[in-house]
């Protein structure tokens, strides 16, 4: 079966770095989607990884290691806004989500 | 981009009626299409998926006489809830694919059932 873990909870103060991190066991894998989900709302698109390595867009970084079966999304200078909860899916020709890790910004 | 309509956005219906909730790609073909279930403070739990012009597969423990899929076109997909009772309340999401890599890569923007 899939078995994709992350943390459920984390908080930081508006400007800070937070780093949500994802590990996976999945018997298939064809790359590992991030999405940011608002209360009561679909989730939308923040990353695709295929390939080992880093991919930067803005203020959202996502990092992939197919060896290791990790992932992590890397948000830079937190805003109120970006209070959410992020989703971790790994694409085996279907999603398979984690279970989401709500992030929580202070002023 | 890619966008998604899932209509409606809310329903509220009786204990034993069906509702018909209808997912489109407005812009591009989806040859694939995903049904998700979404608990309060749960993730999405893939419910079926449909392929046009072929039956949906459905993911254990979903029901399949009970959620009617139908993928008739390469533009739309409906999900039928059957006979609704209070516990099928949830909030329900589709996503479209082209059939590349990009898997479930587009989501609509979800139905909230509320079952009375």
């Known amino acids: 079966g899939q078995n994709i873990d992350q943390p459920t909870e984390m908080t930081a103060t508006e400007g800070a770095i937070v780093q949500i991190n994802c590990t996976y066991q999945?018997?298939?894998?064809?790359?590992l989607f991030w999405y940011q989900q608002h209360a009561g709302e679909a989730p939308t698109f923040l990353s695709y990884n295929v390939l080992d390595g880093l991919e930067e867009k803005g203020r959202f970084s996502s990092f992939l290691s197919r060896s290791k079966g990790y992932s992590y999304l890397l948000l830079k200078e937190l805003q109120m806004k970006d209070s959410a909860s992020y989703l971790c899916a790994v694409n085996d020709y279907k999603l398979s989500f984690g279970a989401g890790t709500t992030v929580t910004v202070r002023a | 981009g890619a966008v998604v309509s899932q209509h409606p956005s809310r329903v509220i219906c009786k204990s034993g009626t069906s509702v018909k909730i209808e997912c489109r790609s407005l812009d591009f073909q989806a040859t694939t299409m995903f049904w998700y279930r979404q608990f309060p403070k749960q993730s999405l739990m893939l419910m079926a998926t449909?392929?046009?012009?072929?039956?949906?597969?459905?993911e254990q423990g979903v029901e399949k006489d009970k959620f009617l899929i139908n993928h008739a076109s390469l533009t739309l997909s409906t999900l039928t809830v059957t006979s609704a009772h209070p516990e099928d309340s949830s909030f329900y999401i589709c996503?479209?694919?082209?059939?590349?890599?990009?898997?479930?890569?587009?989501f609509g923007s979800g139905t909230r059932l509320t079952v009375v």
């Open positions: 449909s392929n046009e012009g072929s039956k949906a597969t459905y």
């Open positions: 999945t018997s298939g894998f064809n790359g």
């Open positions: 996503s479209a694919g082209t059939g590349g890599s990009d898997y479930g890569y587009t």
